[in-house]
C-alpha cells in the first residue's frame, strides 16, 4: 500500500507499507448474510460458508448431509450468483466480504 502524505509524515523513509492479513482468522459472514447478499437459497448460503471456510466438496456433502452431486448442483448456482468460477474464488469472495464487515464497513453491495 503506497504511503500517503500522513504516512510520510510517520514513516520517512518508506515509500509503502507491506499489510499481512491471515485470511483463516478472518470473522466470515453467515448464511444468513450471504444469502442477503447474492440472493442464495437457504441451502446455497450454507455450502457457501462452508467451501469459504475451507470445506472441499467431500467435505461440505458430509457436514451438511447431502451427497456430492446435491453439493455440485448447488455450487454450480452459487458460482452463477456470486459470478465466480472456482471454489478458491468464491473463498477469497467471502473472506473480503468478511473483512469488511470485520472493518465496521457495510459489506451487502460491495
Do not use: Y
Not at 503506497?2 to 499489510?19: E, R, V
Not at 437459497?41 to 469459504?52: F, G, N, P, S, Y
Request: proline share 2%; aromatic share 4%; net charge positive.
Amino acid at each position: 500500500m503506497p504511503l500517503t502524505a500522513f504516512g510520510s509524515d510517520l514513516f520517512t523513509t518508506g515509500c509503502a507499507i507491506l499489510l499481512l492479513t491471515d485470511l483463516r482468522s478472518l470473522a466470515r459472514p453467515d448464511a444468513l448474510r450471504l444469502s442477503a447478499a447474492f440472493g442464495l437459497t437457504a441451502a446455497e448460503a450454507r455450502l457457501a460458508a462452508r467451501i469459504a471456510s475451507g470445506d472441499g466438496i467431500n467435505a461440505a456433502a458430509i457436514a451438511l448431509g447431502i451427497s456430492r452431486e446435491t453439493v455440485r448442483t448447488q455450487l454450480s448456482a452459487v458460482f452463477s450468483k456470486t459470478n465466480t468460477h472456482r471454489q478458491a474464488e468464491l473463498a477469497i469472495l467471502v473472506a473480503r466480504l468478511g473483512l469488511s464487515s470485520a472493518m465496521g464497513q457495510s459489506w451487502i453491495g460491495a
